[in-house]
């Protein structure tokens, strides 16, 4: 029998607003809170007429305190409720990070398991943008190393809508970063309604054989478009695009490297203490002896973020991966 | 001082078996004097003094296995100083320092056996490459028949065994070639044999007859030129299966290669170009190879080339066998005991001189109607010996 979905075309960002109408409708536990969500529909309009549909009881604007609005949704998720909480930029989560880091990511364990934390953190992040200082980190790693939360990334519109979805019916925390530079890059077919995309499972988006490229985020549509110059001269790449980032798809990223036996890892954080070094890290134990060159990463720099007249020198592009695939082809 | 050490004599080998030291210690020795004899997995080889002086130390005991790369014994040279080691003499690599290789060249060469670290690597920086290894393996795999030299003067010696201890026998050189060779075909080649009686009653006489004359001419030798002649005319037991070139390549030689028996194991000299020799030549040239079988003389021609195998293990008394095809060979026939049996002619039940045949062929290249046909052309041609002398050129 077939099936037929109706579709719309959507921006990234209108996939969240869909994804979010769509669980607001579903379950009455779910509420948004967070600084100008509600009339003003968010700093990227994520949220917008959401509060003219589902009130200023679910659809909440708080006061510019990031502390208090997560420690606020951390108290309505142990209580039953499903907070969705929005952050305006990933790099405006620190003053949170006390509450996140000791108290949503730990509760499930404090309690034995007698309470979880059923909540969800929205933060748009990354560069490309041309934002200000802190608006374009890419600050991802500092939540990965946490036990007790996932940490989810889509990078395209389809994602977004499947993966908050299955963030908020997730029973523990979970970080949703979305990518800015993604927001509004292009549009895709996103079904209407209920869907979800499994967290923990990375996509392949491309097929290849001679270099597996790895990426997420923002990173992964970059790492696609070298992949597609490299195939013009002759290198067959994979695109892996971890989706989630904690926990990783160890699975999928240890097939494709054991099949293309190279690993070329793109983030757009910085290198020292960046996920891409977890990714090694798994390549490590379960490929190493697959290895026909050392895996290599395409990064930002170890400094923040410059301002925008830098901002394309800071993030890796096409040409760096081609490079970097190039030495690990030609190594 | 001079170091002289265990150098690759060919072939990528990676280890070999000290067998004796033409030297003693304190003796005095010319640049290109044999000073040790090494054995391989293949051959037997002598290693020559690479510069002139007094023995000073022997460092390696006869019957030990070393690997490439190892000192086996000091020089003192009369120049005092280091001598410079021939160019053959590849060099070698401090014991601390690894070869250049990725994982997955390392795990390549782990697979097929080779120890990298003997590799000499022709990628950037000396890398050994997996073209490198995989070129080794090849070469390894090359079905290259076993040579070997006297062994050694000095044997290991006997093991005491007391009561309960069991006892072992080193499982190389020779054995372990001969090991590895069988499994490989037998997991390469998918085996049938095909099973014939010969009447041998005719052939005998006319052996008779000749050695009335004086010419004393083995059955063998008759079993030698009936093949090739039977090979002739079923081209596709005188082939090899190219694999990678998806093509059989039928030889244009009929190179009859013979399953002997000599004391360290089997050996396969072979003979070339049956279809040109007299059965006499063929009888004269079998026996000498016979010979420098057993005592280790032949030289790598007289072990390389063949193109189909014979096993005459009649004389040790058998009645049937499975061979094992001589890899990359297509075709393997072994003759088993001449005894006299009853057989039925004309009718009536008379003794015959009957013979057993085992033919076994690679059955992705031939199919078992062109074995019975092969084998029956055979036995017409030993069973006629006149119609194999007249089909003679």
């Known amino acids: 029998m077939e099936m037929r979905v109706k579709t719309n075309k959507l921006t990234m960002v209108q996939a969240v607003t869909d994804g979010l109408r769509t669980m607001l409708q579903k379950k009455e536990e779910v509420v948004l809170l967070g600084e100008d969500i509600g009339s003003n529909g968010g700093v990227f309009r994520a949220t917008e007429g959401l509060m003219e549909e589902f009130g200023e009881e679910r659809v909440m604007d708080t006061p ?67 934002a200000p200082e802190i608006h374009s980190d890419s600050a991802e790693a500092l939540f990965t190393h946490m036990p007790g939360m996932k940490v989810v990334c889509p990078s395209t519109p389809y994602d977004a809508k499947g993966l908050l979805i299955a963030s908020i019916e997730d029973p523990d925390p979970v970080l949703f970063l979305e990518p800015l530079r993604l927001y509004r890059a292009g549009k895709e077919e996103v079904p209407e309604g209920e869907y979800r995309v499994e967290i923990g499972k990375a996509a392949r988006r491309r097929e290849g054989s001679d270099v597996t490229l790895i990426a997420w985020g923002a990173m992964a549509a970059q790492a696609s ?107 | 001082m001079l ?50 002086g007094v023995v000073k130390e022997i460092l390696i005991e006869p019957g030990t296995t070393v690997s490439v790369g190892t000192t086996l014994l000091v020089i003192e040279t009369d120049e005092g100083g280091a001598v410079p080691i021939k160019e053959s003499t590849p060099k070698t690599r401090p014991a601390s320092a690894r070869v250049l290789a990725t994982p997955f060249t390392r795990k390549l060469a782990r697979e097929n056996r080779i120890d990298i670290e003997q ?84 052939l005998m006489t006319f052996r008779n007859e000749l050695k009335e004359a004086g010419r004393s001419i083995s059955a063998a030798a008759f079993f030698i030129k009936a093949a090739a002649m039977a090979l002739k005319d079923f081209p596709v037991f005188n082939a090899k299966l190219d694999e990678e070139r998806e093509v059989i390549v039928l030889e244009s030689e009929y190179n009859i290669g013979l399953a002997v028996d000599s004391p360290d194991g089997l050996i396969v000299p072979v ?15 079998m026996k000498e190879l016979n010979e420098k079988a057993r005592e280790n003389r032949l030289s790598r021609s007289e072990l390389t080339g063949g193109t189909f195998t014979i096993s005459n293990v009649g004389p040790l008394g058998s009645i049937g066998a499975t061979p094992v095809i001589n890899h990359p060979e297509t075709g393997l026939m072994a003759f088993h005991a001449t005894k006299e049996k009853p057989v039925v002619r004309n009718g009536e039940i008379v003794i015959g001189l009957m013979m057993n045949v085992s033919m076994s062929f690679d059955h992705r290249v031939a199919d078992g109607a062109a074995a019975v046909a092969f084998t029956n052309r055979f036995k017409e041609l030993i069973e006629h010996p006149k119609l194999l002398i007249v089909e003679l050129v």
């Open chain 1, 225 to 331: 478009k070298a992949a597609e110059k490299l195939e013009q001269t002759g290198v067959s790449c994979e695109v892996i695009d971890l989706r989630t980032l904690y926990p990783l798809d160890k699975e999928t990223i240890a097939e494709s490297v054991q099949k293309t036996g190279r690993a070329v890892i793109v983030q757009e954080a910085h290198a020292t203490g960046g996920l891409a070094n977890d990714v090694m890290g798994v390549i490590n134990d379960t490929s190493f002896l697959y290895l026909r060159a050392p895996i290599t990463r395409v990064s930002g720099f170890d400094v923040p973020v410059p301002f925008f007249s830098l901002e394309e020198h800071y993030l890796p592009d096409t040409e760096r991966i081609i490079q970097a695939v190039e030495k690990v082809i030609h190594y």
């Open chain 2, 3 to 52: 170091e002289v050490k265990l150098h690759d004599i060919g072939e990528g080998m990676t280890e070999g078996d000290i067998l004796h030291y033409f030297v003693k210690h304190g003796e005095r020795v010319e640049r290109d004097q044999p000073l040790i004899e090494v054995q391989t997995d293949k051959m037997t080889a002598e290693l020559p003094s690479p510069g002139a």
């Open chain 1, 64 to 130: 510019l305190s990031e502390a208090g609005l997560m420690g606020t949704a951390i108290g309505m998720a142990i209580n039953g409720m499903i907070p969705v909480a929005e952050i305006q930029f990933l790099g405006f989560i620190y003053p949170a990070y006390e509450q996140i880091a000791t108290h949503a990511t730990r509760i499930r364990m404090r309690t034995m398991g007698k309470y979880t934390v059923p909540m969800v953190i929205r933060a748009p992040y990354g560069a490309g943008i041309r």
């Open chain 2, 271 to 285: 003979l070339h170009q049956v279809e040109t020799k007299s059965i006499l030549e063929i009888h004269k040239e």
């Open chain 2, 119 to 202: 590799l000499k690597g022709t990628g950037p920086a000396g890398r050994v490459t997996d073209e490198d290894v995989l070129g080794l393996a090849a070469k390894q795999e090359q079905p290259e028949p076993v040579k070997e030299a006297p062994a050694a003067e000095e044997k290991p010696a006997a093991v005491p065994v007391t009561k309960g201890q069991k006892k072992t026998i080193p499982f190389k050189g020779r054995r372990k070639q001969i090991a590895k060779r069988m499994v490989h075909s037998l997991k390469t080649i998918p085996h049938v044999t095909h099973f014939e009686e010969v009447d041998m009653t005719e």
